[in-house]
Structures are given as structure tokens and as C-alpha cells.
């Protein structure tokens, strides 16, 4: 299986600071997920990144959030101001198929945030 | 718009006995279909998916999922539990493309010897 990286495996952050969580991706492909669960709940869809622009994000994904992709090969995505409904599992995935035709999606261990 | 169920929140088996976790879908279009599991405090694996062909995919560790057009399902099946199996079970949908996945709320299975 493709392997997808996440940095940290677990933050733990006080309410109203910044956060951000690092992935790294399949290597050249120019698609990318960002999903969250809340402890207990279904995994649900933030936003996705094609080509260094967002192409499409959910209702959660509001404007204290962003992704970036800073360099060549990380994607982050940054929470402004967490709030304590921020605290969930954070994943990234990564699609294979060709560069720009996403198929099947590989995701990464996570990032478990936990917000004080 | 797209969903998943999967009616059955917890289901507990004995171990070597047989599974079937059920996932019913809504979608206007022949979906792409998975399944993902996730142990306690570890991300999604990928069991096993459904493009195109024949209905009956195989996956890793012995499972198998058979799509039903007709009853809009993508159940996952095992002949013989591992303890090992102990987990939560995701079933999603997706269209082919660039679009995100929907998950359902997923299944935990408890394994008991």
C-alpha cells in the first residue's frame, strides 16, 4: 500500500492558539483530502487541493482554516484559532491514479488534536 | 446528495465464525465503493474497493464485499474471524474522479474467543 506521512501523531494545544499538521503525500500527484473525525463519529470530508489551489471544501471548513503547500512535497493545514470542537483525528489522503485523475484514496495515520 | 448506512453500529462474533457487515448506499450513478478499517488509535487501511466488473471483490486479509446494484449494497464479508479482525469498519463512496469520499458511520466489530 502506498504510503502517506503525518507529523505530529498527536497535539495537544490550548484553545485560541495556531496549529498546523504536516502530510506527505504519494509522491508527484497533484490531488489531496483533508478529513477529520471527532472521536466516536464518522470520518468527514474538510477540503481538497488540486494543484496547489483548493478545488473543493465542506461546510466545516471554515475560514479558520487553510492548506497550504509550501513546499514540493508537504501539505499542511493550519487552524488559526482552535476551538474545543476542533478536538478530532485529522487525516490527509492521497489518491493514486494519474496526476490529475484521482482513484483509490490512500490515507495517513493522522494527527490526533486534542485542544484544552 | 450521497450517503452511506451502515445499520449495525457494533456486532460481536466468536472467533472463526463468519461476518458479514452491511453498507447500503445512495447515489445517482454506479458509485465507486470501499471499505476502510481502522484499529483503535490508527488511520484507515484500505480492505478492498469496487470500480467496475465483476460484482465479487476480493480484499486484504480474507475479506470479500459483493456489490448489489439492486439493493444499493457493498456488504463485507469474512468465512473465518481472526481476533485480529478487532476493529472499526468504514464503509465509503465515491465517484470516480476528484471528489471526496462519504463515509458511513462505521461498524465495530468485537471478537470474542
Known amino acids: 500500500e502506498p504510503e502517506v506521512t503525518q507529523t505530529p501523531s498527536h497535539q495537544v494545544t490550548q484553545m485560541g492558539q495556531e496549529v498546523i499538521l504536516r502530510c506527505v503525500p504519494i509522491s508527484n500527484h497533484l490531488y489531496f483530502y483533508w478529513y477529520r473525525q471527532i472521536l466516536g463519529q464518522k470520518v468527514e470530508f474538510l477540503v481538497s487541493f488540486y494543484n496547489n489551489e483548493i478545488s473543493e471544501k465542506s461546510e466545516i471548513f471554515d475560514d479558520q482554516f487553510s492548506v497550504e503547500r509550501p513546499d514540493g512535497s508537504n501539505f499542511t493545514l493550519k487552524i488559526r484559532s482552535t476551538k474545543l470542537e476542533d478536538s478530532a483525528m485529522y487525516f490527509c489522503a492521497s489518491p493514486t491514479g494519474s496526476r490529475s485523475w484521482a482513484d483509490t484514496q490512500y490515507f495517513g495515520p493522522g494527527t490526533r488534536l486534542t485542544v484544552l | 446528495a450521497q450517503s452511506v448506512t451502515q445499520p449495525d453500529i457494533h456486532i460481536t462474533v466468536s472467533e472463526g465464525a463468519s461476518l458479514e457487515l452491511r453498507c447500503n448506499y445512495s447515489?445517482?450513478?454506479?458509485?465507486?465503493l470501499f471499505w476502510y478499517v481502522q484499529s483503535p488509535g490508527q488511520g484507515l487501511q484500505l480492505l478492498l474497493k469496487y470500480f467496475s466488473g465483476d460484482t465479487l471483490v476480493q480484499g486484504i486479509k480474507g475479506f470479500e464485499a459483493e456489490f448489489k446494484r439492486s439493493q444499493s449494497s457493498f456488504n463485507l464479508r469474512k468465512p473465518s474471524v481472526h481476533w485480529s479482525d478487532a476493529a472499526e469498519y468504514f464503509c465509503?463512496?465515491?465517484?470516480?474522479?476528484?471528489?471526496?469520499?462519504?463515509f458511513g458511520k462505521g461498524t465495530r466489530l468485537s471478537v470474542i474467543a
Open positions: 447515489y445517482g450513478a454506479t458509485p465507486y
Open positions: 465509503a463512496v465515491g465517484p470516480r474522479g476528484n471528489t471526496p469520499l462519504v
